[in-house]
């Protein structure tokens, strides 16, 4: 009985790391997650927007509020109604933008890896 107890911990030592890092993405596996999106945005502090606006600070900021830009309407429409890019709103929509924002003109078409998407929101966070 004690030996088994024993091993349980040890399993559990050996593998709570990961299971945690799991949830919350490895920022430096999200950069290179994020050299999909370089095609049309930037990321740097005060950097220019391209096809896409800038996503530094992204997370925590109210959608389609970057002066200057020209947001699409549907996209208009979700910072008319206060949505924020939280964890839980970029989680999806960086699954399958058409199905979040109907009408976007985002062409992206999705990250489906779990593990990819949420490096990827770990390095938006880290970047914001």
Known sequence: MVKSVFLFVAALLVTGPALAQGDSG??????????QCRACHTINEGGRAGVGPNLHGVVGRKAASIEGFRYSPAMREKGSQNWTWTE?????YLRN????VPGTTMSFPGVRNEQQLNDLIAYLKQQS
């Open 97 to 100: 933008p058409r199905e979040v």
């Open 88 to 92: 839980e709103n970029l989680h999806p």
């Open 26 to 35: 490895d920022p430096a596996a999200g950069q290179r997650v994020f050299n």
